[in-house]
Structure formats: structure tokens, C-alpha cells
């Protein structure tokens, strides 16, 4: 992201945060409203996605039937 980018990034998740019911975080905290979308775009990142995306981490449930 280049300097250029930035300000436009951030007042995209300011009005994200405002849009998801955070408007009074947003008025009175911006920074740490920044700060926390940025912690979890890096924990996000830090996951690794599954090799095959259709392998389910589990079995599919099923409903049981009465014998």
C-alpha cells in the first residue's frame, strides 16, 4: 500500500466500522479502531489456507435415522 493509498484505505475502515454499529468507537477512537482492523487483517494473513479447498476439516453431518 503507498502513502497515496492510505488515507483512502483508512477512511474505508472507518465507514466499515461505522456501517457495522461502531460509529461512537469510530468518533472517539479512530486510531484504535485502525489499529484493530490492521491486528486482524495480520491474523487473518497468518492463516494458512488448507491445501485442497474442498477437504471439510470433519465429516459431513448427517441426520440419524431411527432403526
Given at each position: ?14 465507514a466499515q ?51
Amino acid at each position: 500500500m503507498t502513502e497515496q493509498d492510505e488515507p483512502v484505505a483508512e477512511r474505508d475502515i472507518l465507514a466499515q466500522a461505522t456501517a457495522a454499529g461502531l460509529g461512537k468507537a469510530v468518533d472517539e477512537f479512530p486510531q484504535d479502531v485502525l489499529a484493530a482492523a490492521q491486528a486482524a487483517r495480520q491474523a487473518r494473513q497468518s492463516l494458512c489456507a488448507p491445501d485442497d479447498s474442498t477437504a471439510e476439516p470433519w465429516p459431513p453431518m448427517r441426520a440419524s435415522t431411527p432403526p
